[in-house]
């Protein structure tokens, strides 16, 4: 098949050049033009030898591939086969060991104490634990401008201190005072955003003014301790040493505190 189309094709070159290209050029003042437009494929014509070794060498490669896949799969059943037959051999020995009340016998019940240890991992609370452990973990991985509820932060220093700038604003990661500025600053914009403070700079090199837009700022905050249980507060009913006790618990990540907003 491959050759019959083929020979029609060079039977279609061929007669494109003779009833077409050649009268066309006879036209045309170009003696080159037959040289630049000519159609022949006789020496451009597939090696069909070299296509179907290329195919047998992708169908033995596939093959391989194939195989490899099955014996994988094999292995993984073999595995969870092996494991069952333990695990069936675990309760038989418990089995094999207790005493029945059979012709005067005292029944013994099984042990099961160690099915706690087994299965332990795999419980409800065991989970809840290890999802717990993960986000504190997570947390020593997060710098802290970005575990502190700094937009609560802001707004209580704006509305009950009378911040209007950021140097007005208290120092709250006194290790990294550039830190701090920067962080409060990235919020500050997101407020912006929000529209819930605007920004302003008399001059080029002035002084950046905090204006709150609204005079009631959502300040509520969800706060996660390492045994998993959350608290829902209101930033601004904490005294002074509350909020500082949080900060300081947050920092040492003792605690996970964030801000919660209510659309």
């Not at 070794?53 to 490899?68: C, D, G, P, S, V």
């Not at 099955?70 to 494991?83: A, D």
């Not at 905090?210 to 300040?219: D, L, R």
């Amino acid at each position: 098949m491959g050759n019959l189309i083929l020979n029609r094709t060079i039977k279609l070159s061929h007669a494109v050049n003779n009833e077409l290209l050649e009268p066309i050029s006879e036209w045309l003042d170009d003696p080159h033009f037959m040289d630049k437009h000519v159609i022949t494929i006789e020496s451009d014509a597939p090696n069909w030898a070299e296509y179907k070794k290329r195919q047998r060498q992708w169908t033995k490669q596939q093959r391989y591939l194939a195989k490899e896949r099955l014996k994988l799969y094999w292995q993984k059943i073999r595995k969870k086969q092996l494991c069952q037959k333990e695990i069936f051999q675990v309760f038989r020995t418990n089995e094999k060991n207790r005493n029945f009340k059979i012709k005067g016998f005292f029944k013994q019940s099984i042990d099961t104490t160690f099915l706690s240890d087994l299965l332990s991992p795999f419980s409800p609370i065991e989970k809840h634990r290890t999802e717990i452990a993960f986000e504190f973990h997570q947390a020593y991985k997060l710098s802290i401008s970005d575990l502190l509820p700094w937009k609560n932060i802001i707004i209580s220093e704006i509305t009950e201190s009378g911040a209007a700038t950021l140097n007005d604003m208290k120092i709250y990661l006194k290790e990294n005072k550039k830190l701090d500025k920067i962080s409060k600053f990235r919020h500050l914009l997101q407020m912006v955003m929000d529209g819930e403070v605007s920004l302003e700079q008399g001059e080029h090199t002035g002084q950046i003014q905090i204006v709150p837009k609204s005079a009631n700022q959502n300040s509520a905050i969800k706060i996660k301790d390492k045994f998993g249980q959350s608290y829902n507060f209101d930033w601004s009913s904490f005294n002074g040493a509350q909020r500082n006790k949080i900060i300081t618990d947050t920092i040492e990540r003792k605690i996970l505190c964030r801000s919660l907003d209510y659309k």
